[in-house]
Nanobody, 117 residues
Framework: QVQLEESGGGLVQAGGSLRVSCVVS????????VAWYRQAPWRQRELVAT?????????SDSVKGRFVISRDRGKTMMTVYLQMNSLKPDDTALYYC?????????WGLGTQVTVSS
């Protein structure tokens, strides 16, 4: 059974950096797509960054140049990172990890990131 667990969220001042992680366990096949989403209060869930199984990355315009997504693949586990730099109060949100494995989608429960001004 595929499970995702995020960690690394917290409170940081504007301009600071934070790295969130997501441990993906129970995977047999290499996920085609791994992504980070975020959702702020009273806003729709937003796609932040994606990385494919061959390492291609894509970012939303709001984080491009500030955030970096990466992944480390083990035999049955994978860790996905989101390095967040030059953080802004608008980056405050619950950050979710997402994987797509052969058409099946899996989500974590999220880790809270709060950026103070």
């Amino acid at each position: 059974q595929v499970q995702l667990e995020e960690s690394g969220g917290g409170l940081v001042q504007a301009g600071g950096s934070l790295r969130v992680s997501c441990v993906v366990s129970g995977i047999v096949f290499n996920p085609e797509i791994v992504a980070w989403y975020r959702q702020a209060p009273w806003r729709q869930r937003e796609l932040v960054a994606t990385i494919t199984d061959i390492g291609h990355t894509n970012y939303s315009d709001s984080v491009k140049g500030r955030f970096v997504i990466s992944r480390d693949r083990g035999k049955t586990m994978m860790t996905v990172y989101l390095q967040m730099n030059s953080l802004k109060p608008d980056d405050t949100a619950l950050y979710y990890c997402y994987v797509n494995v052969r058409g099946s989608e899996y989500w974590g429960l999220g880790t809270q990131v709060t950026v103070s001004s």
